[in-house]
């Protein structure tokens, strides 16, 4: 794995790398069940975080109107309201939390929140790892699949052992997946693509020969 992998699972935790380190060090046998097909929830609603960009829209208030980025503490700061909390709220949510707060200056404050730059919270973010063309943090969007994943990391290394690929299923407990990569990017094999799922770190392991 290299050094860039490792970087950026710094939000992750020990726990979760000592996991991560078992999936890799395991690659070589299939004692993990494939990943499901299909992963995706319907209600699924997007929650904001860190580094996203919200546009706050005061109706009739066009200077308390403006478009804000959500600091690395998850924090937001606009006219008349400082240091409100938006991590982890969807734009409805922070919404009625900023009519809240403005409500102490205005009467009846009309808010709405729209996001225009995706990163998402860290604990809904897919991580890809080991051999990956650009391994990287990719944020969550409805319906993603793995294709999708291997697309936007430039696909697999010379090195990789794609079809000893693991998902690791965070909001499952940590649960270990097979995915068979190098069948999906290679081979065209479509019936290898699965659904992702917030919070997924995907590791794709070095071929030993």
Request: hydrophobic content about 40%.
């Amino acid at each position: 794995m290299g050094t860039l992998g490792f970087l950026r699972l710094g939000r992750i935790g020990s726990s979760l790398l000592i996991v991560i380190a078992a999936a890799l060090t395991g690659c070589a046998t299939s004692e993990h069940p494939p990943a499901p097909a299909s992963a995706a929830t319907a209600d699924y609603r997007y929650l904001i975080g860190p580094l996203d960009t919200v546009n706050i829209i005061v109706w009739r208030n066009p200077e308390l109107s403006m478009s804000v980025p959500v600091r690395p503490d998850g924090r937001i700061t606009t006219p008349l309201v400082e240091d409100l909390p938006a991590l982890g709220k969807d734009p409805t949510t922070l919404a009625r939390d900023i009519e809240k707060a403005l409500s102490k200056y205005i009467r009846d404050p009309v808010v709405t929140v729209i996001v225009t730059n995706f990163a998402g919270p860290y604990t809904e973010q897919i991580r890809v790892i080991g051999e990956a063309t650009r391994p990287q943090i990719l944020p969550y969007r409805q319906n993603m699949s793995v294709l999708d994943v291997m697309i936007a990391v430039g696909g697999l290394t010379d090195f990789a052992d794609g079809n000893n690929a693991r998902i690791l299923r965070t909001s499952e407990g940590n649960k270990i997946y097979s995915v068979r990569l190098r069948d999906l990017v290679k081979r065209g094999d479509v019936t290898a693509n699965v659904d992702m799922k917030p919070g997924d770190v995907l590791v794709i392991p070095e071929s030993w020969f």
